[in-house]
């Protein structure tokens, strides 16, 4: 829950500087184009902030399922979670050796 | 009076081929002039969601240029010089028989000398050494290098004018061209859209706007597919087209062999955005309509489409939709095709190919086929657009060349009658 509302929150914030507006008026379920008034080229400047901001390659086919602030949210934790897992398990056998011994 | 104007003289550098003979059956035979880019030394290929081009290969400057040519210009211009140079030998003009001030050169460029400034650039920042910044950096870049270096090259010393519009930049050297003539400013214009800028900026800027196809890496000769399903971007080309234009007058008394007649154009801006066009088509369509105008043509009497044609998801279907609203049902009769299907997208060069193209198939009855046109998407199918070689008499062809800056341009070529 933690790492959502981090991820959901700096998300946020991207998007309020880019749009130069309050980041609670903008809702996870507003959609890009229709709702935030992004066209192709906006989307593709405000995803390439995201990229920066989460060290992320969006591939070309992967744009079309960014229709939402919510898709974009749910993305970027998809994308995140092999890592996050990589961590906990490089993390774990040291762990158990030290009550081993 | 104002001048007729004709095409007396073809040449090209392109990725299926360097010349027009083999450019011409390259094309007929439907080949890919598509590649994979091997890297961008020293940046691998891996690192670029595109990883393929049309590129020209096997083009030594030293083969068809004095070593102070080539090395004084950057590829675009030299790809310039070597189109212009066979125009002119095709056209058969002699210049020690031409007034030098009444032959102008008109140059379409996009993008102009990348290839020796991105190397500079990168010089000067990672070295800070501006002492070391080549003397011949400032003329190679400049964009006119290319319309200065083939005026030099012909003693043509007329107007000498570039025209960057990105996309349809030679589109409008075409156009200028047959203002300057029928002004009656100039009796000859070498006119060429030269482009060469398949470097490792450019293209990373290409594929960082999500304009380019990157699901066909693995299979590049089926990577550009203009009207077809499953299109998803365009494929960045180099080369260079050139076109001698030609009083009419002037062509008759010296004889010339006349290809086609220039007989209208038009330039317009969508006023919209850099980069996306207006997605019902009523701009493109207007620009079609000015052509044909200034022309003296109806659509009635248009048989074929030479189109933009990137293969973009949105601008091909901007292009039919505007086509079937200027054309209504002639739509269903035009043949079109789209040139970048086999080379790529050549940016300044783009326009100057396609006019040639056009001029071909008027010569020959002849409308090169559309490769990858395997799953037409429903909304650019028409009955004109194939796979295959088609074949018609020719008498009005239309060519199409819109540009990034919301830039739009249309050329009217005619049939002259015997």
């Given at each position: 829950m933690a790492a959502d509302s981090a991820i959901t929150d700096r998300i946020l914030t991207a998007l309020a500087e880019y749009l130069k507006r309050d980041k609670r008026s903008i809702g996870t379920d507003y959609s890009l184009r229709d709702d935030l008034g992004l066209d192709s080229m906006a989307t593709i400047e405000l995803l390439f902030k995201i990229e920066e901001a989460f060290d992320l390659q969006i591939p070309d086919q992967d744009l079309q399922g960014l229709v939402t602030v919510g898709d974009v949210i749910g993305y970027v934790e998809r994308r995140l979670k092999p890592a996050a897992s990589a961590k906990q398990a490089a993390k774990s056998p040291v762990k158990r050796s030290r009550t081993r011994k | 009076m104002t001048q007729r104007v004709v095409i007396t003289g073809l040449g090209v550098v392109s990725p299926i081929g360097i010349g027009i003979g083999q450019f011409w059956k390259s094309a007929l035979e439907g080949r890919s002039g598509v590649s994979a880019i091997e890297s961008f030394d020293p940046f691998p290929i891996d690192g670029y969601r595109s990883r393929v081009a049309g590129q020209v290969r096997h083009f030594d400057p030293a083969q068809f240029l004095a070593p102070t040519q080539a090395e004084r210009v950057d590829r675009y211009a030299q790809f310039a010089l070597v189109a212009a140079k066979e125009a002119m030998a095709d056209s058969g003009l002699r210049m020690e028989m031409e007034?030098?001030?009444r032959v102008g050169v008109i140059v379409g460029a996009g993008m102009?000398?990348?290839?020796m400034g991105e190397r500079e650039i990168t010089q000067l920042y990672q070295q800070r050494k501006p002492h070391r910044v080549h003397p011949n950096f400032i003329p190679v870049i400049t964009l006119n290098s290319a319309s200065g270096i083939v005026a030099m090259h012909f003693g043509a010393k007329g107007p000498n004018l570039t025209i960057s519009t990105a996309c349809s930049s030679s589109a409008h050297a075409v156009g200028q061209a047959l203002n300057c003539i029928r002004n009656s400013q100039a009796d000859v214009v070498i006119t060429v859209g030269a482009d060469a800028s398949i470097t490792p900026l450019v293209f990373a800027g290409f594929c960082s706007l999500r304009a380019l196809s990157t699901r066909f890496n693995d299979r590049p000769a089926s990577a550009s597919r203009p009207f077809d399903r499953n299109r998803d971007g365009f494929v960045m080309g180099e080369g260079a087209g050139a076109l001698i234009l030609e009083s009419l007058s002037h062509a008759k008394k010296r004889k010339a062999r006349m290809y086609a007649e220039v007989a209208g154009y038009a330039a317009t801006s969508e006023a919209y955005h850099m980069v996306i066009p207006r997605e019902d088509g009523m701009e493109v369509a207007t620009t079609i309509r000015l052509a044909l105008k200034d022309a003296g043509m109806?659509?009635?009497?248009?048989?074929y489409v030479n189109a933009h044609a990137t293969a973009t998801p949105i601008g091909d279907a901007v292009e039919i939709k505007a086509i079937k609203d200027v054309f209504k049902s002639r739509a269903n009769r035009l043949l079109i095709n789209a040139t970048k299907s086999l080379i790529g997208h050549t940016l300044g060069a783009a326009g100057a190919i396609g006019t040639i193209v056009s001029a071909l198939a008027i010569e020959t009855g002849q409308i090169h086929p559309t490769i990858n046109y395997d799953d037409p998407d429903p909304a650019c199918a028409l009955p004109g657009i194939s796979k295959s070689v088609q074949e018609r008499r020719i008498r009005v062809a239309l060519m199409n060349a819109f540009g990034f800056g919301s830039n739009n341009a249309a050329v009217v070529l005619k049939k002259l009658s015997r």
């Open positions: - | 007034r030098p001030h102009g000398g990348m290839v109806t659509p009635a009497q248009v048989d």
